[in-house]
């Protein structure tokens, strides 16, 4: 007598297979081969023995694959030495259990394709993105390590967000990729980047700049560095200009340090010997070979200032200028040397100071005929001051009375204290009126230009 008989019923995922155990006895008689068949009623299925003793009892193993949802009856036949029995078994097949999975994304541009899963890109405009799975399956996923967006600095891929983390919830993993287990209770996981700008760096000749063309996060800070020589002029930044340097650059960045052949400040500043501005003076700069450099003339402030490459020259004024309506001569340089032509050395800003003459001027002019009842001469009076007022003792002078008449009489005296002077010269008996005086100045401190000669008319 052959016995078949089922195990009880299971429930599985849809699309799964199904093992069913059968157990297979024969319970009198002596042993003979037993054979099984079976009919799944449509879902795909087969029986396959196992081996072992057919008496008392075997069991084989029956596998049902790829079964929709639904209840499926299967009719295991069984037949042994003339006996067939056979055993209804019921499959119910219900849907597998599904649950979400949601990918979010932080930190990027608008466009790009900063994800994959199962092969499959998505771009950030797909974010957030959920997915459907089944519980238990296993999903492959993977971040973009660096991810380029266009931005409106520069043409071309200059902005750039590079993977930094991923958190996560019910245990899904955080990695930049990895295999996903979908767990029971779905869960979700997020990607933060880092935002990175490309800055392309260059600069003309006489320099260089530095760090070099890259990818950098915002607010690097990037600096022009001179070569001997040269100096820094300013950065040219997508076509403006800037002149900080180290300079801070925090977008997309078209950066080019831009030098010139260095210069340093020189100075002129013309006085007179009491210490006035003298305006209008020309100030030359001549290269060792002779070759005017540089030329200008001096402002109200009695300065000029040149532009010149360090190295050695030399400087002059005039030997004379004109100053406060007189013309006066070259007195000294600040530093004692005599000759309006001196030899310099620039290493840095430098100021050199040209002393001219003080002009002097009569003040308080008066002369003429003088008699004292028995001879007959002429006098003058006066005072000698410098331009600004300042009266000055020490001046030789030399008077003439009717220049180029045939009663030309001439004296000559020295200011005094306060820079007075009175002189008189003898006639004789008869004498006629004086109708002009010259006078000039033989002699001066040192630092006063003289007033070569001055016609007065009583």
Request: proline fraction near 6%; charge should be neutral; hydrophobic fraction near 30%.
């Amino acid at each position: 007598m052959v016995s078949v008989s089922p195990n009880s019923g299971s429930m599985i995922a849809g699309s799964g297979s199904v093992t069913a155990t059968v157990t297979v006895s024969r319970t009198s008689g002596t042993p003979q081969p037993v054979s099984l068949s079976m009919s799944t009623g449509g879902a795909p299925a087969s029986l396959s023995p196992a081996s072992g003793t057919p008496n008392p009892y075997f069991t084989s193993a029956l596998s049902v694959s790829n079964a929709p949802a639904g209840t499926y009856t299967i009719i295991i036949y069984g037949s042994s030495g003339g006996y067939i029995r056979s055993a209804i078994y019921t499959l119910t097949v219900t849907p597998p259990p599904t649950t979400t999975v949601r990918f979010y994304i932080s930190g990027v541009g608008s466009s790009g394709v900063p994800l994959s899963v199962d092969g499959i890109s998505y771009s950030v405009a797909n974010f957030p993105i959920s997915f459907t799975w089944t519980v238990g399956s296993q999903h492959a996923y993977a971040w973009t390590n660096f991810e380029t967006d266009e931005s409106p600095y520069i043409s071309g891929l200059d902005t750039g967000y590079a993977w930094s983390y991923s958190t996560s919830t019910n245990g899904l993993p955080t990695a930049l990729s990895g295999s996903i287990t979908v767990p029971a209770s779905g869960g979700s996981l997020t990607g933060y980047y880092t935002r990175y700008v490309y800055v392309n760096v260059a600069s003309s000749s006489g320099g260089s700049a530095s760090p070099s063309s890259g990818w950098y996060l915002p607010s690097t800070s990037f600096t022009a560095t001179a070569n001997s020589g040269y100096s820094f002029n300013y950065w040219n930044i997508n076509g403006a200009t800037s002149t900080t340097n180290p300079i801070t650059v925090s977008n997309p960045t078209t950066l080019q340090a831009v030098f010139s052949v260095a210069t340093v400040p020189l100075t002129v500043n013309t006085r007179d010997y009491q210490g006035y501005a003298v305006s209008g003076a020309s100030v030359y700069v001549y290269t060792l070979q002779q070759t005017l450099y540089a030329s200008g003339s001096t402002a109200s402030n009695g300065m000029v200032t040149f532009q010149v490459q360090p190295g050695s020259y030399y400087l002059a004024v005039m030997q004379t200028t004109n100053a406060f309506g007189y013309t006066t001569n070259f007195y000294n340089w600040g530093d004692g040397g005599t000759s309006p032509v001196r030899s310099i050395s620039l290493s840095g800003p430098t100021t050199y100071t040209a002393t001219y003459k003080t002009p002097l001027a009569f003040q308080n002019l008066a002369g003429g005929l003088g008699t004292n009842g028995f001879s007959v001469g002429y006098w003058a009076s006066g005072t000698v001051a410098s331009v600004h007022g300042t009266q000055i003792s020490g001046v030789g002078l030399h008077t003439t009375w009717n220049p180029g008449d045939v009663l030309e009489r001439s004296a000559d005296t020295t200011t005094g204290s306060g820079g007075s002077f009175n002189t008189q010269t003898y006639v004789g008996l008869i004498a006629s009126d004086v109708y002009a005086i010259d006078f000039s100045m033989t002699s001066t401190p040192n630092g006063y230009q003289p007033l070569s000669q001055y016609r007065f008319y009583p």
